[in-house]
């Protein structure tokens, strides 16, 4: 169903110039906007970047121009609608009615507490997706409603894209969001592995502008080496690229970890004092020599040996690891082995090394987040340990599927496309189409919200203000910024915490039978939650600046759109570990238990990617799929503005001219690609700049389902990487998505 967007404003109208940011990525651009009119008739008439803003600097990517196209995208749901199935003359047919907040509101409440009420709290599941940390209503409000769910059935898009980063964080620095962050601005050497920073603008690394900086790194003197079976852009810019063989990250990384003890390279300078089990690090590592795992990973030892040195005698150097090596069946490893070699080189809080950020509202110190913890409950089917009271989101459909007590009959989803997202989407897809009740907070009927009951669209991101609660944690510079709503939304519409607050409310006063505990306790959280809940998200911010005590304000802030900045990023661990008696264990439990296992994978030529696709597998050659991402294409929604997905097919699939040769197949021709879960059909890509013996699809296509109501995104649909990625194919630790080296195979179409 199609909405107007509103209407222009007349071409005599004023002209206004407004500052805020572009949040469609973790780079969070600072923009200009040139606004022409007033109230919710006003229309953005170009976006450019804003040359006075301290992080991004001017910077600007395809991305930002698109949030007009967003704003008044046609196919964008401006109220709430509900599905309804009616006959028709082929069989039944689905619509949406529009209908009004207060019947979708008593709906949602009246559809969640009746599946509660017959299955239990924990037949109730929670999904969010990437977006809602970007969005900062989400994170102030969001709580007051999920909360109240009282259910263990909550995933994320964390569980595909980052959980190693978190798990690691919290075992070794006692947070999960205390991630060091590359000091890409004073760093001499820069290792990056599984990470594509230029199509990215960073990831876990907030770093607009990024393309500027490698080349002053360069031009300093510093080096960056790129490991990765595709040469990226990133890779492309490198002074030295290493095409590493998928999924043998963590082999290469042990690699270099023996290399600093067997060369007597580990100097973890002033750290030394604070680092517990070195010892056990060096005995566990001893049999990854490089030449142990050179036929594993693809890149010789005298190669691994270089880099360790390099690495161990930069003044300020730091290695980086992200998308790559976190999804695959090894990421916990991978990640603990990148913190353990800049903790052993002594570049952990070190200037040009890795260092903890300084925000003006820090979450961690504020005690606004809690620090995390793992495997304190697991999954029902399959005993997939929690983090943070998440569970992997690869468990999610078997959840849905499998019969018997807990078993998720209802689902909540809020800005998340999961079926595109998380691994077997078709498998998800068929879950989806079996639950008694789903609600969507979304602004898309999309592959995952066709098949909810209900849709609560908020306003998109310009129409409400915006301050990056977590974003700022990962900056490679200390800023601070707030940015007012560029336009006005419009009548009648909400914002994201405004349905949450809602929604909080609504369901507290109709759950009240269910909950558990005394009426003390019950009044004091419906007390509490009605106080938040009526606070708009820059009213938290406000009291939150002035607890944090650094003496900035709201006020100041506004005065300021384009953003303060706070500095260059400095050595704050100490205060992080929270002083006195608080040391870096580098030798968890789990991965004390892991670390052995890895030894014949790794070191005597066994494969540790899992079973193949069946029978048929055997008979022809199999491939190792892995994703890629595109400075234009950075999730599946952003695929509906035309300019965006404009120009030369972006979803084809990379293969390197030997493979081609073998499976006698040319370049652009249609080609099937298959695995245990599934099959698609998407055009080939002969290319160099892929490692034999590998594939590559792009993340976040696949819009030819029936009922997706995208236009754009359905003329250019390509094809779902995650309707061949495998659900079983898992992190080793943490049960985190595998999405690197699933094995495939390919034949014409």
Same mark, same amino acid.
């Given at each position: 169903m199609a909405h107007a967007h509103p209407a222009a404003s007349a071409a005599d109208a004023p002209i206004h110039t407004r500052h805020g940011v572009c949040n469609l990525c973790e780079a969070i651009c600072g923009l200009t906007f040139q606004v022409q009119g007033e109230g919710p008739q006003a229309r953005i008439i170009s976006v450019k970047g804003n040359d006075a803003d301290?992080?991004?600097?001017?910077?600007?990517?395809?991305? /930002?121009? &698109?949030?007009?196209?967003?704003?008044?995208?046609?196919?964008?749901?401006?109220?709430?609608?509900?599905?309804?199935?009616?006959? +028709?003359?082929?069989?039944?047919?689905?619509?949406?009615?529009?209908?009004?907040?207060?019947?979708?509101?008593?709906?949602?409440?009246?559809?969640?507490?009746?599946?509660?009420?017959?299955?239990?709290?924990?037949?109730?599941?929670?999904?969010?997706?990437?977006?809602?940390?970007?969005?900062?209503?989400?994170?102030?409000?969001?709580?007051?409603?999920?909360?109240?769910?009282?259910?263990?059935?909550?995933?994320?898009?964390?569980?595909?894209?980052?959980?190693?980063?978190h798990i690691v964080a919290h075992w070794l620095y006692g947070h999960q969001l205390a991630i060091p962050i590359p000091d890409i601005d004073r760093t001499l050497f820069m290792l990056v592995l599984g990470g594509n920073p230029l199509a990215s603008n960073g990831s876990l690394m907030t770093v607009p502008d990024v393309r500027a900086r490698f080349k002053a790194l360069k031009a300093r003197g510093g080096k960056l080496v790129v490991v990765d079976p595709r040469r990226t852009e990133t890779a492309a810019i490198a002074d030295e690229h290493l095409a590493i063989d998928p999924g043998s990250d963590a082999a290469w990384l042990l690699s270099l970890i023996h290399t600093l003890f067997a060369e007597e390279l580990t100097h973890p300078g002033a750290l030394e004092p604070l680092l517990d089990q070195v010892r056990a690090v060096r005995d566990a590592v001893s049999p990854f020599s490089p030449e142990a795992t050179e036929a594993q990973t693809g890149i010789d030892a005298a190669t691994t040996r270089r880099i360790a040195r390099e690495l161990a005698g930069a003044a300020g150097g730091v290695v980086y690891g992200r998308m790559g090596v976190s999804t695959q069946a090894h990421g916990v490893v991978c990640q603990w082995a990148i913190q353990v070699l800049n903790l052993l080189t002594g570049n952990v809080d070190r200037e040009g090394g890795a260092l903890l950020t300084s925000p003006a509202l820090n979450l961690i110190q504020m005690k606004l987040m809690p620090p995390g913890h793992l495997d304190a409950w697991r999954s029902r089917v399959r005993g997939a340990p929690e983090f943070g009271g998440e569970l992997p989101v690869s468990v999610l459909a078997e959840e849905m599927l499998t019969p018997g007590r807990g078993q998720v009959r209802a689902l909540v989803t809020a800005a998340g496309n999961p079926v595109l997202s998380t691994p077997n989407g078709r498998q998800l897809d068929q879950a989806l189409s079996q639950l008694d009740f789903m609600v969507s907070i979304d602004f898309y009927v999309n592959e995952t919200t066709r098949h909810a009951n209900v849709i609560l669209p908020p306003t998109c991101f310009v129409e409400h203000d915006h301050y990056d609660l977590v974003f700022l944690h990962l900056a490679v510079r200390n800023v601070t910024r707030y940015s007012e709503a560029i336009v006005e939304?419009?009548?009648?519409?909400?914002?994201?915490?405004?349905?949450?607050?809602?929604?909080?409310?609504?369901?507290?006063?109709? &759950?009240? %039978?269910?909950?558990?505990?005394?009426v003390r306790q019950r009044l004091s959280g419906m007390i509490t939650r009605g106080i938040v809940g009526r606070l708009p998200p820059h009213r938290l911010l406000a009291l939150g600046l002035k607890k944090a005590g650094r003496g900035l304000t709201l006020k100041a802030l506004r005065a300021h759109p384009e953003g303060i900045d706070l500095g260059p990023l400095h050595p704050t661990l100490g205060a992080t570990l929270g002083g006195r008696g608080k040391r870096i264990n580098l030798m968890p439990a789990a991965i004390r238990r892991e670390l052995p296992q890895l030894v014949t994978p790794f070191t005597q030529g066994a494969t540790a990617s899992g079973t193949t696709a069946g029978a048929a597998a055997a008979e022809r050659p199999t491939l190792k799929l892995i994703g890629r991402r595109d400075v234009r294409s950075n999730n599946s929604w952003m695929h509906n503005s035309e300019r965006l997905v404009s120009g030369k097919a972006r979803c084809t699939l990379w293969m390197?001219?030997?493979? &081609?040769?073998?499976? %006698?197949?040319?370049?652009?021709?249609?080609?099937?690609?298959?695995?245990?879960?599934?099959?698609?059909?998407?055009? @080939?890509?002969?290319?160099?700049?892929?490692?034999?013996?590998?594939?590559? @699809?792009?993340? +976040?296509?696949?819009?030819?389902?029936?009922?997706?109501? @995208?236009?754009?995104?359905? &003329?250019?649909?390509? /094809?779902?990487?995650?309707?061949?990625?495998?659900?079983?194919?898992?992190?080793?630790?943490?049960?985190?998505?595998?999405?690197?080296?699933?094995p495939v195979w390919i034949e014409a179409a």
């Open positions: 301290p992080l991004s600097r001017g910077h600007i990517c395809p991305k /930002a121009v &698109a949030l007009k196209d967003l704003h008044e995208d046609p196919d964008r749901l401006r109220q709430p609608v509900k599905r309804v199935v009616e006959n +028709g003359p082929s069989g039944p047919v689905t619509r949406w009615q529009p209908i009004g907040w207060d019947e979708a509101f008593d709906t949602v409440v009246e559809g969640l507490v009746k599946a509660r009420e017959q299955h239990g709290s924990n037949a109730v599941a929670v999904y969010q997706g990437n977006p809602n940390v970007h969005n900062w209503g989400n994170i102030t409000h969001g709580h007051l409603f999920f909360s109240q769910l009282k259910t263990r059935a909550r995933f994320s898009a964390t569980s595909v894209d980052q959980l190693p980063h939304r419009a009548p009648g519409t909400l914002h994201d915490w405004e349905i949450y607050s809602e929604l909080a409310r609504r369901y507290a006063r109709r &759950a009240w %039978a269910l909950e558990r505990g005394s390197h001219p030997d493979d &081609a040769a073998r499976h %006698a197949l040319q370049d652009g021709q249609a080609v099937t690609v298959a695995s245990r879960v599934g099959r698609v059909s998407v055009p @080939l890509q002969v290319t160099s700049d892929i490692r034999v013996g590998v594939v590559s @699809l792009p993340h +976040g296509w696949g819009h030819d389902r029936e009922g997706v109501q @995208l236009q754009v995104a359905r &003329a250019h649909a390509g /094809a779902s990487i995650n309707d061949l990625t495998d659900e079983r194919l898992t992190d080793r630790i943490s049960a985190n998505a595998a999405f690197s080296a699933v």
